[in-house]
């Protein structure tokens, strides 16, 4: 049997540290930026790019990549006088990276440099009165983990079994701080009053009997209701939050196992060293109807409903998505593939495999485009047109006259397409002044992208708005029947 709870502990003690890893990887994949180091700003098609272009410099961001880029990517390379004899990038292709596919939103992809500085660029562009979707800036959420943990510590302080609490409510706290939106706040509070009224409503172990512990039960459905509501919120949230959410209840479950049998084994030494001394409790018959009217639980009850009431008005100030309520998807260019391709001529022409009809012009279309710019004044429009290939060059022919007049040509290699003159043209000056090649070149690798549909909300902003409102309810009742008893 030792073996066995031996076995037990460590089992949970490994299940807790997993469980703790997951909650603190799992949001990074959940949450993260569309492009790394970049975040997407959406604004609708008919806003002026040069005030939201001055906004963005006034927040302290440089290298923003928008479709007033354009000129600098095409104006360069010159492309628009070769376009019907070399395949350069189509410019109407390329303009797809800033709008969607149905030309109502376009888009600007911005250096994320700073947390504050992204706050900066939200406050600034809410001044402005600009309707914009801007991507959140951070993996976790720290004003709803600040709100829980107001309500966190405060019970920690109310209630007798701080210890037990604190291993049922800290798994809330890191769901909160994994999980965005004001929906899956209401279900971490929810769940954390949830715990705080059944610990009032169990009581301690030494002083309530097994008869009133089921009446107890049984005539207090709140204690039933209260885990299913903030379990229905966290499953309105999406797949991936109720995932979470369930996560949390079983890290919860297992800490307060380990907890409880550590508490048992010091109440067990306590009792063997104090085994003389008897204390005699008395409980009133009718203790289960009058658990929850002290002053203590009637000020958790009004803090509970002073934060759910705050965190169904989330979503209305301080919602990063300002897009019309008609807008409830957007269209955004994301990365096609799963793994980066190195930048050497073997990752470039496997790219150029991957390649779709639906993929946009990424940095495999700018190094054809240098190429052939750099072929153009040597090659002979004569001949046919040569794809690129691997260790293609470029010659020179160079006609030196001999003995008795005759000219005899020399060829000279002047380029050779390989991983050389593909580092060499990512790392050119002219690369530091087009904004959409740099972010690409940030992603270390070649990418293929292509539009993508991504849902703004799970639901409308007025019905989350109604439900989190709904959340009230719990707490308000229990106010009234308090006051009542």
């Keep these: 049997m030792k073996q066995l709870d031996s076995l037990a502990y460590f089992f949970s003690g490994f299940t807790v540290a997993a469980l703790m890893l997951v ?79 149905n030309k109502s939103v376009q888009y600007i992809y911005i250096p994320y440099k700073s947390f504050w500085k992204h706050i900066k660029l939200y406050v600034l562009l809410r001044r402005a009165h600009i309707p914009f979707f801007l991507e959140y800036t951070s993996s976790f959420s720290l004003i709803q983990l600040f709100g829980c943990l107001i309500l966190f510590i405060y019970i920690l302080f109310k209630v007798s079994k701080k210890i037990v609490f604190a291993a049922l409510g800290f798994p809330f706290l890191l769901f909160s701080h994994a999980a965005h939106g004001s929906l899956p706040m209401t279900a971490a509070l929810l769940a954390l009053f949830s715990i705080t009224y059944w610990l009032k409503a169990l009581g301690k172990e030494t002083n309530i009997l097994s008869e009133q512990l089921k009446k107890r039960i049984q005539n207090n459905h709140f204690m039933f209701i209260l885990p299913l509501a903030a379990l229905f919120f966290a499953m309105l949230s999406g797949i991936m939050i109720c995932i979470l959410f369930l996560l949390a209840i079983l890290l919860s479950a297992i800490t307060t196992f380990l907890v409880y049998r550590f508490l048992q084994l010091y109440e067990s030494t306590k009792d063997s060293e104090n085994r003389h001394h008897f204390n005699i409790l008395v409980m009133h018959p009718d203790s289960w109807k009058y658990f929850w009217n002290t002053k203590d639980t009637c000020k958790i009850t009004v803090l509970t409903a002073v934060l759910l009431f705050l965190t169904a008005f989330m979503p209305l100030l301080f919602s990063f998505n300002r897009l019309p309520d ?144 709904t959340a009230l309810f719990f707490p308000c009742i229990l106010i009234i029947i308090a006051k009542r008893q």
């Design 23 to 101: 909650f603190l990887i799992l949001p990074h994949h959940i949450n993260h930026s569309i492009w790394k180091d970049y975040r997407v700003l959406a604004l609708p098609a008919d806003t002026p790019l040069e005030s939201v272009l001055q906004t963005i410099k006034k927040a302290g961001i440089r290298g923003a990549a928008s479709e007033l880029s354009l000129t600098e990517r095409f104006s360069f390379l010159e492309t628009h006088h070769y376009s019907g004899f070399l395949p350069f990038t189509d410019i109407t292709h390329y303009t797809q990276w800033f709008t969607n596919q």
């Design 326 to 469: 008609r807008i409830k998807t957007l269209s955004i260019p994301t990365p096609s593939q799963t793994g980066k391709t190195p930048f050497t001529d073997d990752g470039f022409f496997k790219a150029c495999l991957q390649h779709t009809e639906t993929d946009l012009p990424d940095l495999t279309n700018y190094i054809e485009d240098r190429w052939y710019t750099a072929a153009l004044p040597y090659m002979n429009i004569n001949k046919p047109f040569t794809p690129v290939s691997k260790n293609a060059v470029i010659t020179l022919s160079v006609f030196q006259q001999q003995e008795k007049g005759i000219l005899k040509p020399t060829e000279q290699n002047l380029y050779t397409f390989n991983t050389d003159f593909i580092l060499h043209t990512l790392k050119n000056e002219s690369v530091a002044i087009l904004p959409l090649e740099q972010m690409l070149l940030s992603q270390n690798g070649f990418l293929t992208a292509k539009h993508q549909n991504i849902q703004l909300y799970v639901l409308n902003k007025v019905v989350t708005w109604l439900l989190a409102c």
